[in-house]
């Protein structure tokens, strides 16, 4: 398998909130067919889809997909970042698990969750910095930043 992530799917109770959540964060939309609401990132894409019919898709009943301790990180290009993309989450409805703060190696980080549950870690890493583009790798790129 070639290591890379395609697609990340997010199963949600209700399609309309949690593409308002996303669509207000400021991201766009991909066109797609009813039922799947679709978001283009940097070399993969997110897409929101029904609790009920992902289970139903797997074979399984919505019970049974749990929810998965998980974080999705959204790295940013400064530490000041952290605090603007954690207030826009917050209005535009997510949870505060925890506000922003320096952490022990040197960055500077918040968490928060989408109105599904969706835990996102907001981050800012001085050790690896973001490509011109955007595009995140853990030890960052050389001449980066």
């Not at 996303?22 to 679709?38: D, L």
């Not at 997909?65 to 530490?79: D, E, F, P, V």
Request: charge should be negative; charged fraction near 20%; hydrophobic fraction near 45%.
């Amino acid at each position: 398998m070639e290591q890379r992530v395609s697609l990340i799917t997010l199963a949600v109770d209700d399609l309309d909130r949690a593409a308002a959540f996303y669509t207000a964060m400021g991201w766009t939309r991909a066109e797609t067919p009813p039922g799947i609401v679709v978001f283009d990132l940097l070399g993969q894409s997110l897409g929101l889809y029904p609790r009920a019919d992902l289970a139903r898709d797997m074979g399984l009943s919505p019970d049974e997909l749990g929810t998965g301790a998980m974080t999705l990180a959204c790295n940013t290009r400064s530490r000041d970042q952290v605090q603007t993309l954690f207030d826009a989450a917050v209005s535009a409805g997510a949870r505060v698990l925890k506000p922003p703060h320096d952490v022990f190696w040197g960055g500077h980080i918040a968490y928060v969750a989408d109105p599904d549950g969706h835990i996102w870690e907001l981050a800012w890493n001085p050790h690896a910095p973001l490509r011109q583009d955007g595009a995140f790798r853990w030890a960052g790129y050389p001449g980066a930043g």
